[in-house]
């Protein structure tokens, strides 16, 4: 399995599944999608795809973005330990 996956063509065909990986953990943590609010294929199946929509329309808010986040400040404890060199700024 390890020399598989030192090959392109496994590493081309993984490229993929992580993309989706990625997507799927953003619906789970997010709106919750392993659960469904209500019973029935159809309204389970709309719930479903509000949610794909809600989760594009956030990305493509995060790619449009024009404001850049700010660097977050150290921890108090970061700050002691750079104001006394024991640690190097991060």
């Given at each position: 399995m390890q020399a598989e996956q030192d090959s392109p063509e496994w590493r081309e065909a993984y490229r993929g599944r992580a993309g989706i990986e990625g997507t799927v953990s953003q619906a789970v943590r997010?709106?919750?999608?392993?659960?469904?609010?209500?019973q029935g294929l159809a309204k389970a199946h709309l719930q479903n795809v509000l949610i794909g929509m809600a989760i594009s329309i956030r990305r493509l808010g995060a790619h449009?973005?024009?404001?850049?986040?700010?660097d977050r400040r150290p921890t108090r404890v970061h700050a002691l330990c750079t104001?006394?060199?024991?640690?190097?700024?991060a």
């Open positions: 997010g709106p919750g999608l392993r659960r469904s609010r209500y449009y973005a024009t404001t850049t986040r700010t104001q006394h060199g024991i640690a190097t700024a």
